[in-house]
C-alpha cells in the first residue's frame, strides 16, 4: 500500500533502518527522500526547517505535521495500519513491548551511539547530533563499549527460552534490538561473543525473516 507521506531517511544509518523495517513488515510503501547526513544535509536549509534536532528519520504527514522521533513515527503508523501488529495487541502486551524498546534505547542504542560517536574521526565536534558542535569525550567511547558489553549479556539471558523479545509474537523491539546488535558490529566492531547463545539464535532468526533479509 503507498501512503502519501514523506519519509526523510539516510537508510545506511541506524535509526532510520528502524523505519525502514517497521514499514517492510507492515508491507507500507511510503515516498522517500533522502537526506545525506555525510555530506551534511541535514542542516540545510530545507531539511532543517521541519526537525527540531536535524536528525533522520523524519516522517511528514500531508497536514505538514513534522514527526522526527522513530517510535513516535512507529506509532502513527500503527495507528493508521493495525496489521500486522507491531507494538503489542492488547494493553499488558503494549506495555511490555514498550518497555522494552525505551530499555533498548538507554541502555544498548545510546551505549552504541557514545561508543562510535565520541571515537569515529569524521565525527569530530559532532559526538551528538544537532544543530550545535558537541566535542567529542575518549572516556565515553570506552564507557560506551564497556556498557554495550553488559548490555549483550543482559540480551542474551533475557532471550533465554524466548523465540521474540517480548515472548512468541515479533515487535518493534526486535526491530530495534536487531538495528542496534547490526550498528555495534560496524560501528564499534563489537561481535555477538560465542558464548551468548541465546542472542546468536535470535539475531540469525530474525534476520532470515523475508521482510528483513530483503530490506537489509
Ligand atoms: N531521536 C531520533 C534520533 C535519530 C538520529 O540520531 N538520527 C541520526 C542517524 S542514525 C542522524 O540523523 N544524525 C545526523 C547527524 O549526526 O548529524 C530518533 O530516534 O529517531
Known amino acids: 500500500m503507498i501512503m502519501a507521506m514523506k519519509l526523510f531517511t539516510y537508510p545506511q544509518a541506524p535509526s532510520p533502518r528502524r523505519i525502514h523495517l517497521f514499514l517492510a513488515e507492515k508491507g507500507m510503501e511510503i515516498e ?3 537526506v545525506d547526513i555525510r555530506a551534511g544535509e541535514q542542516h540545510g536549509e530545507g531539511f532543517a526547517g521541519k526537525s527540531r534536532q536535524h536528525t533522520v528519520p523524519l516522517l511528514e504527514l500531508d497536514d505538514g505535521t513534522c514527526l522526527g522521533e522513530s517510535m513516535a513515527i512507529c506509532r ?3 495507528e493508521i495500519q493495525p496489521d500486522p501488529p507491531l507494538l503489542g495487541r492488547d494493553a499488558r502486551e503494549r506495555a511490555v513491548v514498550n518497555e522494552l524498546d525505551h530499555w533498548l534505547e538507554i541502555n544498548g542504542l545510546l551505549a552504541v551511539m557514545d ?3 565520541n571515537a569515529v574521526p569524521g ?3 559532532r559526538a551528538l547530533p544537532g544543530p550545535r558542535p558537541v566535542p567529542q569525550i575518549p572516556e565515553l567511547a570506552e564507557r560506551g ?8 549479556h543482559d540480551l542474551d539471558r533475557l532471550l533465554a527460552g524466548r523465540e521474540f523479545l517480548a515472548g512468541d509474537y515479533f515487535s518493534v523491539a526486535d526491530i530495534t534490538a536487531l538495528v542496534i546488535v547490526d550498528f555495534a558490529s560496524w560501528g564499534i566492531k563489537a561481535r555477538i561473543p560465542i558464548e551468548l547463545q541465546h542472542l546468536s539464535d535470535w539475531h540469525r532468526r530474525v534476520s532470515a525473516r523475508p521482510t528483513i533479509a530483503t530490506c537489509s
Open 32 to 34: 522517500q527522500y533522502i
Open 76 to 78: 502513527y503508523l500503527e
Open 115 to 117: 561508543g562510535f560517536r
Open 123 to 125: 565525527l569530530k565536534d
Open 145 to 152: 563499549r564497556r556498557c554495550y558489553g553488559y548490555f549483550m
